[in-house]
């Protein structure tokens, strides 16, 4: 019989989590990373607007605050409401923007990435909807905070804001 001899057992304090968010401005913290799970509460991005395609199914669950999970299915944006207290099962490889406010709190669970999976982030055209950038990343740890460096290279190059079919930029994060 296989039984558990040495192990890790986080037991969080999620309240705790969130204050710490709050009081130093990040915007996310990993609560564990192993081989088969991986698990942060984020806080809400007010700027968000890319959407991130990954290899992992995402359980989204709304600790504080509600969440609208922008997605997009055939090519068509759409929208799916996660209040508070509610919890959201997202399959692999479905486009996702979740939006919810900066004082607003999501508890996200995926499966850790495999070897040479890739994390991609699209933009479109917030006017007509046409493809404006794409960034792609390879995410070993969540501390490396891959959303924010996908967002740096995105928000301060005019070109990738801009859109090459109706001329709109797509606006900054100030
Ligand atoms: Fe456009």
Not at 19 to 43: P, V, Y
Not at 65 to 76: K, P, Q, S
Request: contains cysteine; hydrophobic residues 30%.
């Amino acid at each position: 019989m296989l039984i558990a001899k040495s192990f890790e057992m986080p037991n969080i304090d999620l309240e705790e989590i969130m204050r710490h968010l709050t009081e130093t401005g990040k915007r996310t913290h990993q609560l564990w990373l192993n081989e088969d799970s991986l698990a942060f509460i984020a806080r809400g991005r007010e700027y968000r607007s890319e959407f991130h395609i990954n290899p992992s199914y995402e359980i989204q669950y709304s600790l504080k605050g509600d969440l609208n999970l922008h997605y997009r299915e055939d090519g068509v944006e759409k929208i799916a409401y996660v209040p508070e207290g509610s919890c959201l099962f997202q399959p692999p490889l479905v486009p996702h923007s979740p939006r919810f406010a900066p004082d607003a709190f999501q508890l996200v669970i995926e499966r850790p990435r495999q070897p040479g999976e890739i994390d991609t982030f699209h933009w479109f055209c917030p006017n007509c909807d046409n493809f404006l950038h794409e960034e792609t990343y390879i995410v070993s740890h969540y501390t490396n905070d891959p959303v924010g460096r996908a967002y740096d290279n995105f928000f301060n190059s005019l070109e990738h804001r801009t859109c090459k079919k109706c001329g709109t930029v797509a606006p900054g994060r100030d």
